[in-house]
Structure formats: structure tokens, C-alpha cells
């Protein structure tokens, strides 16, 4: 069964750096696509940067230049990178991939999976 583990959050000042991390554990499998989202109270889950098994990354206009996203293909791991973090990049941070199940050694059909969530608090 394949699960999202993440770690790395908590709380930071503003302008501290801080790196979020996602692994991929629980089965072999072939990752398309991963990425990373955000939540606030009261309001609908945001994409903060997404990345392609091939490495083509996009960012949410709003971390454009402070955030980055990396993925280590060898530990199925992906990194977001918060530099330069705001009081408003405070919310849940969720990790999300677009990943296949290898079965048997035959890739099962792709499906979307969801870490539980680690809360990132940027302090002014």
C-alpha cells in the first residue's frame, strides 16, 4: 500500500529557511508526478509547486523565487525548499503524488495520493 510520509514542519521567523520532505514508502512503485499544497482554515487547498518525474517543476505565482522543488528519485523522496518564508505561507502543507502501484512487476494504473498534512508556521 503506498503512503505519503512527510516531515519538516514547524515553526520558523520570517525569512528563516526551512525544507519540507515527502517519501514514497510501502510498495514499489512509478511516480509521475508530485507535488505540494497548502491549506488555511476556511479556504480551499492551494497547489504551492508541483514536479514531473522528468523534473519539469511550476511554482503558485505567490512563492515564484522563495520556494523550490526538488525530488530524489532514488529514496521516491520530494523536497520543498522555503526560502525567505512569510507570515502568510503559514497553513498545513500537504504532499501530493500521482503514483503507480507496481504489482507483480507490472505498473497498475496511476491514482492520486495525499500525505496527512504537517503544519508550517511562519511567526513575523
Known amino acids: 500500500q503506498v503512503q505519503l510520509v512527510e516531515s519538516g514542519g514547524g515553526l520558523v521567523q520570517a525569512g528563516e529557511s526551512l525544507r519540507l520532505a515527502c517519501a514514497v514508502s510501502g510498495s514499489t512503485v512509478s511516480i509521475y508526478d508530485m507535488g505540494w499544497y497548502r491549506q488555511t482554515p476556511g479556504k480551499q487547498r492551494e497547489v504551492v509547486a508541483t514536479?514531473?518525474?522528468?523534473?519539469?517543476?511550476n511554482y503558485a505565482d505567490s512563492v515564484k523565487g522563495r520556494f523550490s522543488i526538488s525530488m530524489d528519485n532514488a529514496k521516491n523522496t520530494v523536497y520543498l525548499h522555503m526560502n525567505s518564508p512569510k507570515p502568510e505561507d503559514t497553513a498545513v502543507y500537504y504532499c501530493?503524488?500521482?503514483?503507480?502501484?507496481?504489482?507483480?512487476?507490472?505498473?497498475?494504473?496511476?491514482?492520486?495520493?495525499w500525505g496527512q498534512g504537517t503544519q508550517v508556521t511562519v511567526s513575523s
Open positions: 514536479i514531473t518525474s522528468g523534473g519539469t517543476t
Open positions: 501530493h503524488g500521482y503514483i503507480s502501484p507496481v504489482v507483480g512487476g507490472i505498473a497498475t494504473s496511476p491514482s492520486d495520493y
